[in-house]
């Protein structure tokens, strides 16, 4: 299956979980999301599934170096070293 959503947004990498997966576009400093949305895990502030790459506005603009996914869940580390989580039901 040929994926052209992200098409012209020079993605750098793609981290999958289980049952979700996220790329990163460096240049456009944004993270998107999609697949099942269950416990909140693609940071889109509910709990949808989506078919198609949607921008995750809490990341938005924010310098990536790694992001990791598991079964419920994605974290970002920032370029200062910070630990980012999407989730809205997620505490520090």
């Not at 995750?56 to 598991?70: F, M, P, R």
């Amino acid at each position: 299956m040929l994926m052209t959503a992200l098409d012209g947004h020079a993605m750098v990498s793609f981290t999958c979980g289980p049952d979700h997966t996220t790329a990163y576009s460096e240049s456009q400093m944004q993270v998107y999301g999609w697949r099942w949305g269950d416990f909140g895990r693609l940071g889109h502030a509910n709990s949808s599934d989506l078919l198609t790459s949607q921008p995750i506005k809490a990341l938005q603009g924010i310098k990536i170096k790694q992001i990791a996914c598991g079964d419920s869940h994605c974290l970002a580390v920032t370029m200062k070293g910070e630990v980012q989580s999407p989730l809205k039901h997620c505490k520090g």
